[in-house]
């Protein structure tokens, strides 16, 4: 364990950015997943409103530090082609 004042408060506050960006992440999957399980045939009507949820909140989290840019891109993309195939 960390001994001088500074090393503990970097300890502190690592642990609490750990927490945050473990619920940002968690929440991410989760709307992911609905996009993708819409997408399935579940409710395809649904899926671009679940897909502009997902998009904003993914944009979010590369704002907070999160996600890295590229990733997210990456992720939205693929979203996106993933609800316009099963549009058409």
């Known amino acids: 364990m960390a001994q001088h004042a500074s090393a503990l408060k970097r ?6 950015r750990r927490g945050r960006n473990k619920g940002i992440k968690t929440q991410l999957r989760h709307l992911v997943r609905t996009v993708r399980a819409s997408v399935e045939g579940k409710d395809r009507a649904n899926a671009p ?40």
């Open 49 to 88: 409103t679940l897909l502009a949820a997902a998009t904003k909140a993914i944009d979010k989290a590369v704002s907070k530090g999160v996600l890295h840019r590229n990733t997210a891109a990456r992720r939205i993309a693929r979203l996106s082609r993933a609800v316009h195939a099963a549009k058409s």
């Open 11 to 16: 300890h502190r506050q690592s642990e609490k």
